[in-house]
């Protein structure tokens, strides 16, 4: 069935480090592709989005590629603060009713 | 308020108690969304509200759950006779009529079944 698999945490990296997390997804056909991130204290929020294949969404400094050909969406930046600290989850949906989100990787960048 | 709100934060029960927890979406969000996340598990779907339309219950794990959207604004979820296998965080989301894909979500309530 559907499903979204990414790389369990956690996660710990010195500020200004790289930091690639990997998320590919099983699904039939070109769902919407997503990353959340949960702050501490805070609810979930969208962080980017991609909508179709190739296509690149990017906020905050964090950039992930729609890549048809390894049903992946693995999200990047070059550069991690401390305030990227969070949980952040890889989701897709078709339509509006069939999110489909992974377990979560949770980030800790150290001084 | 400008957010999704969503009550208690925190709910001890016991088993076999029912429970009620409520959802207050974004004023003129036509959409909304409950999940469970479970200890390692990602977010479980568990019921979708679309403005007047009958509810996908398809994500209910059992006649134990149910939820209510009354004037297309605040939902109530309510778990009847609870089992420590229900012992989650329930999150609420909801999302405009425009659809933007884009989901915001509540803080989450944290249910313990004792």
């Known amino acids: 069935g559907d499903s979204v698999t990414q790389m369990e945490g956690p996660v710990t990296l010195s500020e200004e480090a790289f930091l690639t997390i990997n998320c590919t997804y099983t699904?039939?056909?070109?769902?919407?592709l997503f990353w959340y991130v949960q702050y501490p204290g805070e609810g979930l929020q969208l962080l980017l989005k991609?909508?179709?294949?190739?296509d690149k969404g990017s906020n905050k400094g964090f950039e992930a590629t729609y890549r048809k050909e390894t049903t992946s969406f693995h999200l990047e930046k070059g550069s991690v603060q401390v305030s990227d600290s969070a949980v952040y989850f890889c989701?897709?949906?078709?339509?509006?009713?069939?999110?489909?989100f992974g377990t979560g990787t949770s980030l800790t960048v150290i001084p | 308020g400008a957010g999704v709100s969503q009550s208690p934060s925190n709910k001890v029960t016991e088993k076999g108690k029912d429970v009620e927890l409520r959802c207050d979406p974004i004023?003129?969000?036509?959409?909304l969304y409950w999940y469970r996340q479970s200890l390692g598990q990602g977010l479980e779907f568990l019921i979708y509200?679309?403005?007047?339309?009958?509810?996908?219950k398809s994500g209910l794990p059992s006649d134990r759950f149910s939820a209510e959207r009354t004037g297309g604004s605040v939902s109530t979820l309510t778990i009847q006779r609870t089992q420590q296998e229900d012992s989650a965080v329930y999150l609420c989301?909801?999302?405009?009529?425009?659809?933007?894909?884009?989901?915001?979500f509540g803080e989450g309530s944290r249910l313990t079944v004792l």
């Open positions: 989701a897709f949906a078709w339509g509006v009713n069939q999110f489909y």
């Open positions: 699904a039939t056909g070109y769902p919407s």
């Open positions: 991609a909508t179709k294949a190739d």
């Open positions: 004023s003129g969000h036509t959409a």
């Open positions: 509200f679309q403005g007047n339309s009958a509810p996908d």
């Open positions: 989301a909801s999302m405009p009529q425009t659809n933007t894909g884009e989901l915001f």
